[in-house]
């Protein structure tokens, strides 16, 4: 099992952060790059407890889905949310939000394991875990532009 560890501070209030995290819209924007798009469950809007969405997307040279859970949630300090379908043995992404006198600490922590034994394992500590990464600092370069600016107004409202 792998797992991703990112940091990020955002200049505004945790509630927005948190809401924005947890938006569709938003994450679609997020991963325009890939074609992604909600094709089932919540499509639109915020996410809730117990929602769920299926992603399309094109990844790795393949169109895939990609069905997740929000499993647990207390806002606006965190929410998790799991894989209950898709091309991953294990998925589990926790959105953490600690508000501090100037913003947002948005802390995300990614354990994802593939399938395939060995050779799993070596796609996963060779490529994918950089490719995760790489995906999950740019939705979260497009969640701190819309905090920190008036763009998040349009988005949540």
Known sequence: MSTIHLTTFIAAPAERVFDLSRSVNLHRISTMHTGEKAIDGTMNGLMNENDWVTWQAKHLYRQRKFTSKITGMQRPE????????????????????????????????????????????????????????????????????YAESSKWIAMLS
């Open 78 to 145: 965190y929410f998790i949310d799991e894989m209950i379908k898709g091309d991953f043995k294990n998925f589990r992404h926790e959105h953490h939000f600690k508000a501090t006198d100037n913003g947002t600490i948005m802390i995300d922590l990614l354990q994802f394991e593939c399938p395939y034994g060995i050779i799993g394992t070596l796609l996963e500590k060779f490529y994918l875990k950089n490719y995760l990464e790489n995906l999950l600092q740019q939705r979260n370069k497009v969640v701190k532009e």
